[in-house]
């Protein structure tokens, strides 16, 4: 059963341009969740989908930032005119479903560097 | 709002010795979740060990250990028996009950340990 899966792992984008990370979740997997973790920080979170829905964005900028979850394929983050202070490790996270028991599993990040 | 408090930036072992990482927490809910992940160089993160706020019970995996004391929001992680694998960022994370509405965790800023053999 493979874990939680993000690409690209790392991602190079000047400033101004857009940049995309997706993440499959686990096999049977409907919840999905978006951190970002700045250097010598620990995670933040950004956002809580499931499928078709944002359940939490408290986390995520206002401006330039969505995310999705379609009812096919992976969810991703979209990052519209990237700015240097963009520069982080996000990594995604998924859950089997939203109940007391359920644990959340963490991918392996993706690396976005703004130049 | 809950927050997380790691108060130890970085700690060293001696290989086969044992280790406790700190972690505090702020919260105003009695159910809740703790959790401690660790994240060696390869940046993955790691869940080490659960903690379950409604149960007594200490969590144990293995070589890991928690002592959770709840009424002093005390979550801290023994490692017995060190290996130089052990080395990693450990990171102290807590967790809203689902009644909450959301899965948001909040995570401490991390406590670098240096195994030495």
């Known amino acids: 059963n493979a874990g939680v899966m993000q690409n690209p792992r790392h991602l190079v984008r000047r400033r101004g341009q857009e940049a995309r990370l997706r993440c499959s979740p686990m096999k049977g997997h409907s919840h999905v969740y978006w951190y970002r973790q700045l250097p010598e920080e620990g995670l933040k979170f950004m956002v809580y989908l499931q499928k078709e829905n944002i359940i939490d964005e408290s986390g995520m900028p206002k401006e330039r930032f969505s995310a999705e979850f379609p009812k096919e394929g992976p969810s991703i983050l979209r990052i519209q005119q990237v700015v240097r202070g963009d520069s982080a490790a996000y990594f995604c996270?998924?859950?089997?479903?939203?109940?007391?028991?359920?644990?959340?599993?963490f991918g392996e990040g993706s690396w976005l560097t703004v130049v | 709002a809950q927050t997380v408090t790691q108060s130890q930036p970085e700690m060293s072992v001696q290989e086969a010795e044992t280790v406790t990482l700190s972690c505090t927490y702020d919260?105003?809910?009695?159910?809740?979740?703790l959790f401690w992940y660790k994240q060696p160089p390869s940046r993955q993160m790691i869940l080490v060990i659960r903690?379950?706020?409604?149960?007594?019970q200490n969590a144990t995996e293995n070589r890991f250990s928690v002592n959770f004391q709840k009424a002093a929001k005390s979550f801290s992680l023994k490692i017995s028996d060190s290996q130089l694998g052990d080395a990693a960022m450990y990171f102290c994370a807590y967790r809203s009950p689902t009644t909450s509405g959301t899965y948001k965790y909040i995570f401490g800023t991390g406590t670098r340990l240096k195994v030495l053999a």
């Open positions: 996270a998924s859950s089997l479903t939203g109940t007391e028991g359920n644990t959340i599993y």
């Open positions: 903690q379950e706020a409604y149960k007594q």
């Open positions: 919260t105003s809910e009695s159910d809740y979740y």
